[in-house]
């Protein structure tokens, strides 16, 4: 598994939550998905740090603080820009895998999340 900064775990859990509260609230299946989804792709140890500890923490503080979807989308999409080359294929394969997973956690996919979906796909997969 590649390991990358800080930085990119807590963009990663930026876009998680906008999933997650895409219809503004976040039940318990979506973040016992999330979880299942950390610990199958995205767990490894940045310098001294267990980047599950900085997405749940990352997850916490967002949820502590109210942020929206669109405003934790929009964190994501620049890091995204900004660091495209940390998006390989497999990487954005395993991200619309997560976020697909996390949409479909809480009773199937709704209109709010299909739409965070389809801009999330579109992020990954446009040519640079």
Same mark, same amino acid.
């Given at each position: 598994?590649?390991?990358?900064?800080?930085?990119?775990?807590?963009?990663?859990?930026?876009?998680?939550?906008?999933?997650?509260?895409?219809? /503004?609230?976040?039940?318990? @299946?979506?973040?016992?998905?999330?979880?299942?989804? +950390?610990? *199958?792709?995205?767990?490894? %140890? $940045? #310098?001294?740090?267990?980047?599950?500890?900085?997405?749940?923490?990352?997850?916490?503080?967002?949820?502590?603080?109210?942020?929206?979807?669109?405003?934790?989308?929009?964190?994501? /999409?620049?890091?995204?820009? @900004?660091?495209?080359?940390?998006?390989?294929?497999? +990487?954005? *394969?395993?991200?619309?895998? %997560? $976020? #697909?997973?996390?949409?479909?956690?809480?009773?199937?996919?709704?209109?709010?999340?299909?739409?965070?979906?389809?801009?999330?796909?579109?992020?990954?997969?446009?040519?640079?």
């Amino acid at each position: 598994m590649q390991v990358f900064k800080k930085e990119f775990y807590t963009a990663l859990a930026h876009l998680f939550y906008a999933i997650a509260m895409a219809d /503004k609230k976040m039940v318990v @299946d979506e973040k016992r998905r999330i979880v299942a989804f +950390v610990e *199958k792709y995205w767990t490894v %140890t $940045v #310098d001294t740090e267990n980047s599950a500890e900085i997405i749940y923490e990352t997850l916490r503080t967002l949820i502590k603080e109210n942020w929206g979807a669109d405003q934790a989308f929009e964190v994501f /999409k620049a890091y995204r820009q @900004d660091h495209s080359e940390e998006f390989s294929q497999d +990487v954005c *394969k395993q991200l619309m895998e %997560t $976020v #697909d997973g996390i949409a479909l956690s809480a009773s199937g996919r709704n209109k709010s999340e299909l739409v965070l979906l389809t801009k999330t796909h579109r992020l990954l997969f446009k040519s640079p």
